[in-house]
Nanobody, 120 residues
Framework: QVQLVESGGGLVQAGGSLTLSCAAS????????MGWFRQAPGKEREFVAA????????YYSDSVKGRFTISRDNAKNTGYLQMNLLKPDDTAVYYC?????????????WGQGTQVTVSS
């Protein structure tokens, strides 16, 4: 089973940008759809974006569409989430996961995530 480690979070002002990375272990990463999720304090984890196993198809939540871009580099076993025009509402812990389609199902495994804080 693939394991995933998120990185790249930080503190940024509203309107700024960040790029998150998701490093995968194992040789099966390229067979999985990859997704990003986030969880804000006091809220449930929510879907953010997904990219198909070869990177040809993407899917975004309405709240990030047009601002975030998901991508992957299977040669590096790494996925990315480019986040632009960040808003305070984007503040959350961000997680990546692997699944079988753009809408899941997703692995029952969650890493530690990476904190993104957007100041107003």
């Amino acid at each position: 089973q693939v394991q995933l480690v998120e990185s790249g979070g930080g503190l940024v002002q509203a309107g700024g940008s960040l790029t998150l990375s998701c490093a995968a272990s194992g040789r099966t990463f390229s067979t999985y759809t990859m997704g990003w999720f986030r969880q804000a304090p006091g809220k449930e984890r929510e879907f953010v974006a997904a990219v198909s196993n070869r990177g040809l198809n993407t899917y975004y939540s309405d709240s990030v569409k047009g601002r975030f871009t998901i991508s992957r580099d299977n040669a590096k076993n790494t996925g990315y989430l480019q986040m632009n025009l960040l808003k305070p509402d984007d503040t959350a812990v961000y997680y990546c996961n692997a699944g079988r389609s753009l809408t899941g199902p997703w692995l029952n495994y969650w890493g530690q995530g990476t904190q993104v804080t957007v100041s107003s």
